[in-house]
Nanobody, 112 residues
Framework: QVQLVESGGGLGQAGGSLRLACVVF????????MGWYRQAPGKQRELVAV???????NYVDPVRGRFTSSRDNAKNTVTLHMSSLKPEDTAVYYC??????WGPGTQLTLTS
């Protein structure tokens, strides 16, 4: 059974840093492209970052230079390091394996 479990959300302060993690079960993790998405209140879910099986990364413009994704294939884990956080980063953050398997999401709320 495929399962993705995000952690690390919560309440943070603008300008600060936080780290999200996603542990993946039930798939051949090391071969999967992993993605981080987010959905802010009243908005559609949007892609934030992608990390390939070889750890090549790509980021959307609003987070480029502030967010960094990495993965540990031995631990079936992908992380998202977020810095210089802004109130507009407030959202539910999801990890996804290949865009077809999803975690339940973790809420991140930033205060100014």
């Amino acid at each position: 059974q495929v399962q993705l479990v995000e952690s690390g959300g919560g309440l943070g302060q603008a300008g600060g840093s936080l780290r999200l993690a996603c542990v993946v079960f039930g798939i051949f993790f090391s071969r999967r492209v992993m993605g981080w998405y987010r959905q802010a209140p009243g908005k559609q879910r949007e892609l934030v970052a992608v990390i390939t099986s070889g750890s090549r990364t790509n980021y959307v413009d609003p987070v480029r230079g502030r967010f960094t994704s990495s993965r540990d294939n031995a631990k079936n884990t992908v992380t998202l390091h977020m810095s210089s956080l802004k109130p507009e980063d407030t959202a539910v953050y999801y990890c996804s394996a290949g865009g077809d398997c999803w975690g339940p999401g973790t809420q991140l709320t930033l205060t100014s």
